[in-house]
């Protein structure tokens, strides 16, 4: 079975701070890699694609490492507005559809 | 910003009732999703759908699901005889382009309630 795996959380952060999730996926020949943002009750939201070399977005800086078929996201300058659910998400080669990790909730407080 | 919207945006029904969800995906998109997340659970995938047929479905999906796209720009997700573990948020999704990379827009969800 494939899986995607997170610790739930929550993560609880002062603002400013530095926080950081970790994933790993089961199937190797997994292809592609993101995480998503879901607010409660709300859709997920793509936060961004994760690639081989590691990718930065303003606070948010995502890792990828095949070998160890792990996926992280750090962010940097916790604002209050990052508090949320964050989803890693995998797409394998057989196909085109999303397999989501539970979710790590972050909460960050003033 | 073009989006996915989707109706209801709740719904509640009795147990062995036929529900419809709709889905207006984004116009010049090609590929259609739906996944459940059943609260407190995961986002799971249950089909996608192109070029009028599925291309990919889950376990999940068996034979009380059903989609279709009637006309150009609607997508609906049938659920025959619902029942109570059918009781999840439906999130349809869309993406212009095939799977391996591509992102998927995904709609505001229909929170359905069987009884």
């Known amino acids: 079975r494939k899986e995607v795996e997170q610790d739930p959380g929550p993560f609880n952060v002062p603002e400013g701070a530095t926080v950081a999730f970790n994933c790993t996926y089961s199937?190797?020949?997994?292809?592609?890699f993101f995480w998503y943002r879901q607010d409660c009750r709300k859709e997920p939201k793509l936060l961004m694609s994760?690639?081989?070399s590691g990718n930065e977005d303003g606070r948010f800086t995502a890792q990828l490492n095949r070998a160890s078929q792990y996926i992280s996201l750090l962010i940097r300058d916790s604002k209050l507005s990052d508090s949320a659910t964050y989803l890693c998400v995998v797409i394998d080669n057989a196909g085109n559809m999303l397999t989501f990790g539970g979710g790590t909730r972050l909460m960050v407080k003033p | 910003e073009p989006e996915v919207t989707q109706t209801p945006s709740h719904q509640v029904t009795q147990m062995g009732q036929e529900v419809i969800l709709r889905c207006v995906p984004i116009s010049n998109h090609l590929y259609f999703y739906w996944y459940r997340q059943i609260l407190g659970q995961k986002v799971e995938f249950l089909v996608s759908?192109?070029?009028?047929?599925?291309?990919?479905k889950s376990e999940i999906f068996d034979d009380q699901f059903s989609v279709e796209r009637p006309d150009g720009s609607n997508f609906t997700l049938k659920i025959r005889s619902t029942k109570l573990e059918d009781s999840a948020m439906y999130f349809c999704?869309?993406?212009?382009?095939?799977?391996?990379?591509?992102?998927?827009?995904f709609g505001p969800g229909t929170r359905l309630l069987v009884l």
């Open positions: 994760v690639y081989s």
């Open positions: 999704a869309s993406s212009p382009e095939v799977a391996g990379g591509e992102t998927q827009y």
């Open positions: 759908f192109y070029n009028n047929e599925i291309s990919e």
């Open positions: 199937n190797s020949a997994s292809q592609s």
